[in-house]
């Protein structure tokens, strides 16, 4: 009897706790709770303030915040390519993440740790604005909502001591405002040569851990800590003023930085063609490297010479040996109006042996187009030496092209003294009530410079250096600079205008080294002008 009855008595313990089972089932199904309330409709104008605040979260940025526009069509660009996007940026995951992890494991003993699966999922990111911040140095700085609930599958696999344990990663969703900075901006492509990322506010990170195939979030606490770490660590590390660095390519290559001297000597030139009706010619040479902000440099004036003996020295800086080439150009000299050109010619870099002379003897040419019959007309010839010296390692200058660098003043600089750069970068809205070929004059001491004349333009880019070398700081000083178009048509009543002028105070110089700032112009609606000045010294 005994056996019969623990035989009846487990057999019903199993069916009584089968019928739990299933009446529990579906009065957790159909029983319909007390506590939840269908949701009430009010108007935005009826809720509380804290209903408000909640909802806010959920408005995209460009809503709550005029700084910010609305990038709809980056949002339609990263759905269509989220397919091939996802797979690179998983394999430049693995590729940046293996050599850390192989670095890493012998130290805790682990025989492997590797990917068995990395997707990021089907749902891409969502970007609720962008904002551009307007800088005037060679950079494009770019704050950017993002919002991001994806369904990812990132499945890690750790062997130890024979035994092998597996997490994997779920639901992630992420919401997080990052600082996007491309500089410095190049103009070698893709333009910038790298990438900082900072976080403007600690990001909201949230996902599901698989720990053996078991939810370790649904552990009790367990949820929160992680939480809380997450947005520690990420804090600690990218949350602005930190940031993380992406080299896009090697600044010094992108920049174009000096990689030699070339030495120039203008030795003569002969059997040139007079422009004066009335005796000889008043030649002279323009020298000027191709890619190279600085003015031409120019030989004396020989005058009513035909056959001109000039032996003048020129250096120039070298950047880029292999496209860089020398103009050579001959004008007439005139007291009155402009320049007659007599001819010109091109000395390509790239035809000189490094630390070997090399003289020229170049006829000259209407143009340099090879095809144009006024380049069989004779002209004369000039002749020219010319010597490239590549740097040394130990003489390659550094920081040369950095905008934020203000480089050391040349050797001869007077002692207490320095050297003042003034750089004429661009201007905008500029208006001539007649016409609008600008060009820009600047006044200093008593000097009158001036960079060239842009046609037609309301918007003209000069990128003009300016150099004056003092002997002493000028801290009481100012430089008067004027835009002034000019116009050569016959018969107008006005063919000089001004556009508007500022003049620039130059104690901030002196104290900070550097300025690079927009200024309004005076006696103009709009127009703006870009001015960078640096004041350099020997110390």
């Given at each position: 009897m005994g056996i019969i009855s623990t035989i009846l008595g487990v057999f019903g313990f199993g069916i009584g706790i089968s019928i739990g089972l299933v009446i529990g089932y579906f009065l957790f199904i159909y029983s319909q709770p007390t506590d939840v309330k269908d949701p009430e409709l009010q108007p935005l104008l009826e809720k509380d303030s804290k209903s408000l605040q909640q909802l806010l979260l959920e408005i995209p940025f460009w809503i709550k915040n005029p700084d910010y526009d609305r990038i709809d069509w980056l949002n339609k660009f990263i759905e269509y390519m989220w397919p091939y996007l996802d797979k690179a940026i998983c394999k430049m995951a693995k590729k940046i993440a293996d050599p850390i992890i192989a670095e890493q494991i012998p130290k805790y003993k682990v025989d492997s740790v590797n990917f068995e699966t990395l997707t990021l999922g089907s749902l891409p990111p969502t970007f609720q604005g962008m904002k551009v911040y307007n800088t005037e140095e060679k950079e494009l700085i770019m704050e950017l909502g993002l919002k991001w609930a994806a369904n990812p599958n990132i499945l890690v696999a750790a062997k130890a001591f024979g035994l092998k344990a597996t997490v994997q990663v779920l639901d992630l969703q992420v919401f997080a405002c990052p600082r996007i900075t491309l500089t410095p901006l190049v103009p070698s492509f893709p333009c910038f040569a790298n990438i900082y990322v900072s976080l403007m506010e600690k990001p909201h990170v949230d996902f599901g851990v698989k720990l053996l195939g078991a939810d370790a979030m649904s552990i009790p606490g367990v949820y929160r800590i992680v939480q809380e770490l997450i947005k520690d660590q990420v804090a600690n590390m990218y949350l602005w003023p930190k940031r993380l660095e992406v080299q896009i390519m090697d600044p010094a290559k992108a920049m174009k930085k000096p990689v030699g001297i070339l030495n120039v000597n203008v030795v003569r030139a002969t059997k040139l063609k007079k422009k004066d009706l009335l005796g000889a010619s008043d030649p002279y040479v323009k020298l000027k490297l191709a890619d190279d902000k600085l003015p031409s440099k120019k030989t004396t004036v020989k005058h009513k010479n035909l056959n001109p003996e000039w032996n003048e020295e020129f250096t120039f800086v070298v950047k880029d040996p292999e496209t860089q080439v020398l103009d050579l150009s001959v004008y007439d000299w005139e007291q009155v109006g402009s320049h007659d050109k007599m001819g010109l010619n091109v000395i390509p870099l790239k035809d000189l042996t490094p630390e070997e002379p090399k003289t020229f003897t170049l006829d000259l040419l209407k143009n340099l187009n090879p095809d144009d019959v006024q380049n069989e007309k004779s002209r004369g010839q000039i002749v020219v030496e010319a010597n490239y010296k590549p740097f040394k390692d130990n003489e390659v200058p550094n920081n040369v092209e950095d905008s934020d660098t203000v480089q050391k003043a040349p050797e001869g600089t007077p002692?207490?003294?320095?050297?003042?750069?003034?750089?004429?970068?661009?201007?905008?809205?500029?208006?001539?009530?007649?016409?609008?070929?600008?060009?820009?004059?600047?006044?200093?001491?008593?000097?009158?410079k001036k960079t060239k004349v842009v046609k037609k333009s309301r918007d003209p880019r000069w990128e003009e250096e300016f150099q004056f070398t003092l002997d002493e700081p000028p801290t009481n000083d100012r430089v008067h600079i004027e835009v002034i178009s000019t116009s050569k048509r016959m018969g107008l009543l006005h063919p000089k205008e001004s556009l508007g002028y500022v003049d620039i105070y130059l104690s901030d110089v002196v104290q900070n080294k550097r300025i690079n700032e927009r200024y309004h112009l005076i006696d103009s609606k709009n127009g703006r002008i870009q001015i960078e000045m640096q004041w350099r010294t020997a110390s």
């Open positions: 002692d207490g003294g320095g050297l003042l750069v003034i750089i004429v970068h661009e201007a905008q809205d500029l208006e001539g009530k007649n016409h609008n070929n600008p060009s820009v004059r600047l006044l200093f001491r008593g000097e009158e």
